[in-house]
């Protein structure tokens, strides 16, 4: 094992599966960066670099750089996807779902169905999701939970370099359209990650901490504020199971309501916002399903209903913190 | 259908081909097993030219648990994979961009086959169809994008939604061939598309064509159709009726005989009534199938 930024080991997924499989290919917007101009024709490798090198290693037939046209190439990946390739395209950022959503939400999850059966369609979506960079509502957004309405995806929300590679390998793989979000403050986390490609089931939460007291639930980046706000719960006496649930289609609601009924109290932290999202979604599993084992109220760690701001000290407003995560437990737990 | 539908017992919303049939007829004559059609929502008809079994056509129409989707799809949705017809479409541009995508998977893995798109001119204003013949034109690929121009998108007409008054203009646009062809005159279709698969197929790149055709019905069965004259209707199959302009097209050049298209056309009316038969009398999706069909490995 060697320690790999998350940025690695999605680009060492991307190049294991291409090696193994030869339908495989990948489009998007500059994912070589570079095609006709006058300089290299990898020049950026994917706008923060996730897919460089692979122009050189693959070709041009099966890197293919597209204009900024998200709705003509997506629906040309799910196309290619039912044709038989294996298309792995890049949303950029997800909060350019918009132009495209006929594509992903009409055709991708429905042309299976709709259609009776009769075809697969093997794509993956790769797409940056998260706040952090100051840039705004429109690149900042955290949308799993509206890929997660629709019965026909699969949502991944990989919170580690381990578990990027290993979901990637799976979703490339997979025979369904797979939405795979990559926060874009994680690129620079390391971690151990084995130099060979492998795979991590769906609808497996990883459990990072066990606790009697709470179960914290977390998502995408907020396992690592959920992380810091369970240690500082436990030098106060407050011991947390923390669960991951990795991927919110199919989602691993056995996991939570097991973990939910040993502590009966539930604190679910979510950067998507605090209407129908994943905490909401969540919460109404464990308030339906677990509501005898609870001797607290649900509380939910949140943004507030507002679109992201780009000014830093607003921005930090609007992530959840590892301040208000320990609030929320604490409350819970004196309840 | 407009009778059967008038009737009830047709379940949703029916869109008819009636008067545009040359059009997928014309284009489905160029098309081999290793290619895809992209339909329409007015689909029933280049499902039928596909070569789609009319009775899985038919129950499918009916949300039959056996029809072409097995009830799942409905009239606007056809598709059957197994013909190369796909992904009868509500969202009426998607077959330009999901036809790049069929075209690049040929190219891809080296089939040798080509994608067409049947679109309507309700479709051309869509982004998806301006971005899908971008793509396919930078990328060369063997794409025809077919634009069956009926009047209407909708209750709308096409003389007023689309600028410059011409699809296949845009084609310039797009570095790539356009043409306008009388939809009512079956040869005529068929040699422009034939020219367009064949330079699809020789690795030219892709074509579009705008294919005028009448439409005989209102947008979907049941529609006042308060927005034209009825005389215009009247007046299209009259004057434009493909079925009968072929007819007497093949008739005067001696290709066949009268009685020998009599003969097909009381086939034809033998069959329909077979069809409506056992469509109507098949049974609807079992309830225990709801949830199949969703993702790959449920199923």
């Known amino acids: ?80 996807a039912a044709a038989g390739l294996r298309p792995v395209v890049d949303l950029m950022f997800n909060d350019f779902v918009g132009v495209c959503f006929d594509q992903v939400v009409n055709q991708a999850a429905k042309f299976r169905y709709m259609f009776g059966g009769q075809d697969q369609v093997p794509l993956t979506i790769r797409t940056m999701i998260g706040a952090g960079l100051n840039i705004s509502s429109q690149h900042s957004q955290s949308l799993y939970p509206v890929f997660s309405y629709f019965a026909g995806l699969k949502v991944l929300v990989p919170s580690s370099p381990y578990d990027a590679k290993g979901l990637l390998t799976s979703a490339i793989r997979d025979n369904d ?54 240690a500082v719960l436990a030098r106060e006496g407050i011991e947390a199971d923390l669960l991951d649930p990795r991927t919110t289609t199919p989602l691993d609601t056995e996991s939570i309501l097991d973990s939910v009924e040993a502590t009966g109290r539930l604190v679910i932290v979510d950067e998507a916002g605090p209407r129908c999202g994943m905490a909401s979604d969540i919460a109404a599993l464990v308030a339906e399903d677990g509501f005898g084992h609870l001797r607290a109220p649900i509380v939910k760690v949140t943004p507030p209903h507002v679109p992201i701001p780009a000014a830093p000290n607003l921005e930090a407003m609007y992530i959840p913190d590892v301040a208000r995560v320990v609030e929320a437990v604490r409350r819970v737990v004196a309840y | 259908m407009h009778v059967e539908f008038a009737g009830g017992g047709v379940p949703g919303f029916v869109h008819l081909y009636a008067g545009q049939e040359a059009s997928a007829a014309g284009v489905c004559a160029h098309l081999t097993g290793r290619d895809v059609l992209l339909n329409t929502h007015r689909a029933h008809g280049p499902a039928i030219a596909r070569g789609a079994d009319i009775f899985a056509v038919a129950k499918e129409i009916y949300c039959r648990g056996d029809g072409l989707c097995r009830g799942r799809g409905g009239s606007a949705h056809l598709h059957d994979a197994a013909n190369g017809l796909w992904a009868a479409n509500s969202g009426v541009g998607s077959g330009v961009a999901l036809g790049c995508g069929a075209a690049l998977a040929a190219r891809t893995k080296g089939t040798g086959g080509v ?73 005529v279709v068929s040699e422009s598309v034939g020219t367009a698969v064949s330079r699809a197929r020789r690795g030219d790149g892709p074509s579009l064509i705008e294919v005028d055709v009448p439409r005989f019905f209102g947008h979907f069965e049941g529609d006042a159709q308060t927005y034209r004259s009825p005389e215009e209707a009247e007046r299209a199959r009259r004057e434009r009726d493909c079925l009968v302009k072929f007819r007497e097209s093949v008739i005067s050049d001696g290709v066949l005989e009268a009685e020998s298209l009599d003969l097909i056309d009381g086939e034809v009316a033998h069959l329909i009534e077979r069809v409506y038969t056992e469509a109507k009398a098949a049974p609807l999706p079992p309830d225990s199938e709801f949830m199949e069909y969703i993702y790959a490995d449920s199923h």
């Not at chain 1, 291409?18 to 990948?26: E, H, P, T, Y």
């Not at chain 1, 923060?48 to 900024?68: A, H, K, M, N, Q």
């Open chain 1, 1 to 80: 094992m060697v320690l790999k930024t998350y940025r690695q080991a999605i680009n060492e997924a991307l190049v294991g599966e291409m090696r193994r499989d030869a339908d495989v290919i990948l489009m998007g917007e500059d994912v070589a960066g570079g095609a006709g101009g006058s300089g290299e024709d990898d020049a950026w490798g994917g706008p923060l670099g996730v897919t460089r090198g692979l122009l050189s290693e693959f070709g041009s037939d099966r890197v293919l750089d597209t204009p900024i046209s998200e709705a003509g190439f997506i629906g040309a990946a799910i196309g290619a």
């Open chain 1, 177 to 230: 359209p797979v939405i795979f979000c990559e926060h874009k403050l994680l690129y620079d986390m390391v971690e151990d990650v084995p130099d060979e490609n492998y795979s991590i089931p769906f609808g497996e939460a990883n459990l990072l901490r066990e606790g009697q007291d709470v179960t914290i639930v977390a998502l995408s980046r907020m396992v690592h504020v959920a992380t810091e706000a369970a």
């Open chain 2, 115 to 187: 994608a067409v798109a049947l679109v309507g001119d309700g479709a051309v204003n869509q982004g998806v169809v301006s971005e899908g013949l971008n793509l396919a034109s930078i990328w060369k690929l063997p794409l025809v994008v077919v634009f069956e121009n009926n009047g209407y998108g909708e209750a709308t007409a096409a003389e007023y939604a689309i600028a410059g008054g011409s699809i296949a203009h845009r084609a310039e646009a797009f570095g790539m061939p356009g043409h306008r062809v009388d939809g009512s005159d079956y040869f």
